[in-house]
């Protein structure tokens, strides 16, 4: 990297610092450290390490500097906390007390020393030693305390961990909430599995790719959108409860809800139905909202949420009926359709089919009144292509939704184990693709060929972790809960 790419002044000054530093014998990156003792443990428990005459070796980042001539106090920042250190010229020696007159806020330095309280009573390390761990050469933001560009937030994540708190904790309950997760899939007797990443037909979900290409076979890719087609063969092949964890990528819009790559959990459970289903979802839900929040209400946005157990059913047909004014059993047909949506002010997409439709007059008039938890059940066969039909209620599926604060948190079918009626789906979806409609499922004849070899009745369940965790920590935005969202390059 050139100098003119960081045009910044203080870095040629610290490039000087650095500089004098090695010409005094000093090892700006050392390769180790023996630390034996964090600020948290010191803070917590203060008595303990001043009554003792023990000395203690610490590390952390410089956030605080102030000189006094011959001594000086900083600010050590490490992985659980901050505290106060004491160097002093006539303790540390003359030459090391030199080399720590040129270290600066951001560098990342070492203390070995007893623990005393400071007359105005903070609890201090003593520094018998100060050693240099990595030069910083680039200055923390001039405001970092509290940094508030959302931007540059995003952008640079490490200073947003530095200079906000309350953000490294959020992620340290993202992990929390995850592993919440995976302790309530494993003890019900779930499998943790991975499946590829890159798939020669992407499928399980409405949505368009991303493509990439390999070059020893010479052949596209697809980055899944999905976890559902591999994990239902591994149901085929005679797992009964599997799930995942993983990355899927979508290459759709961008919103306070939605990123292009996200977290997704689907589990799948053979000889259950989505109906078995929604009582194991309540109980994995309050599981892991308890694990970040220590309670089943969750204020969001000015809203308070109630997870406590059982949350309604809702039909989803008669929902439009009572928001929308329109009964699906009433326009069978995409023609029929099409005249209802303009008297509600769409103007429909002709490339799209009946369920695309229907899908933006729910999310027009029925999603966003959703605000407390409910299950949100048996949707029209036109939206569902990979759930198994309601054996008593024509055009509709076993389907369900999880929804709260107007967003879907959840999604659920009784799995289609029928090959030929799974077949005649995806060639209906491959029409709609002909027409234009980019995010229609693609035909995978290699999972309909595993179905023909007998797929056992079996209950699915997905739920984006991102959007779920963003709701129950009242974040604004997905991207406030991934490390590094997805950014339009600066230049």
């Known amino acids: 990297m050139s100098d003119l790419e960081h045009p910044v002044p203080e870095r040629a000054d610290r490039l000087k610092k650095l500089e004098q530093l090695r010409a005094m014998g000093v090892a700006p990156y050392p390769i180790t450290y023996p630390v034996d003792t964090q600020a ?29 001539g011959k001594s000086a106090f900083i600010h050590l920042l490490d992985g659980t906390g901050r505290i106060q250190a004491y160097v002093k010229k006539d303790v540390v020696g003359d030459a090391a007390f030199a080399a720590f007159s040129l270290f600066d806020i951001g560098d990342f330095v070492g203390v070995t020393g007893p623990v005393f309280r400071t007359r105005t009573g903070e609890v201090t390390v003593e520094a018998r030693t100060v050693a240099l761990l990595s030069k910083s050469l680039l200055p923390l933001p001039e405001k970092f305390h509290g940094l508030q560009d959302t931007d540059t937030r995003y952008r640079k994540r490490y200073l947003d961990l530095i200079a906000n708190p309350e953000v490294k904790e959020l992620f340290v309950k993202r992990t929390k909430f995850v592993k919440a997760l995976r302790d309530f899939m494993d003890e019900h007797g779930f499998m943790e599995v991975e499946t590829p990443v890159l798939e020669r037909i992407p499928g399980g979900a409405d949505a368009a790719p991303f493509v990439t290409h390999h070059n020893t076979l010479d052949i596209d890719l697809y980055l899944r959108i999905s976890l559902e087609l591999h994990l239902k063969r591994l149901i085929i092949g005679g797992y009964e409860k599997v799930y995942e964890i993983g990355r899927v990528f979508r290459n759709e819009g961008m919103s306070p809800q939605h990123l292009q790559e996200f ?77 209802k949506l303009k008297e509600k002010g769409i103007e429909p997409d002709p490339k799209l089919g009946r369920g695309r439709l229907i899908d933006q007059l729910y999310k027009k008039f029925v999603r966003p009144k959703l605000v407390q938890p409910c299950f949100l059940v048996d949707h029209p066969l036109d939206i569902s292509p990979l759930a198994k039909r309601q054996p008593d209620r024509p055009g509709y599926v076993q389907r369900f939704q999880v929804l709260f604060a107007g967003a879907e948190v959840g999604n659920a079918f009784s799995e289609l184990n029928d090959p030929q009626d799974q077949r005649a789906r995806f060639e209906e979806q491959a029409k709609l693709r002909e ?57």
Request: glycine share 8%.
């Open 263 to 339: 977290t997704l959990m689907e589990c799948y459970w053979a000889y259950s139905d989505y109906r078995q289903l929604m009582g194991f979802i309540e109980q994995m839900y309050c599981r892991m909202l308890e694990a970040v929040n220590g309670s089943l209400k969750v204020d969001y946005q000015g809203t308070t949420l109630d997870f406590t157990p059982p949350w309604p059913r809702l039909d989803y047909r008669q929902l439009l009926v009572e928001h929308a004014g329109i009964d699906l059993d009433a326009c069978p047909t995409l023609e029929s359709l099409i005249p």
């Open 435 to 491: 027409r234009g409609d980019a995010e229609a499922q693609m035909y995978d004849r290699e999972f309909v060929e595993a179905m023909e070899h007998g797929m056992p009745p079996c209950g699915g369940f997905g739920v984006g972790i991102d959007r779920f965790f963003a709701i129950a920590t009242d974040s604004e935005s997905v991207r406030d809960v991934v490390f590094f969202p997805t950014m339009k390059p600066e230049n």
């Open 40 to 68: 948290a443990q010191v803070l917590t428990d203060p008595e303990t390490y001043i009554n003792g005459a023990k000395t203690h070796v610490l590390a952390g980042r410089i956030v605080a500097y102030r000189s006094h």
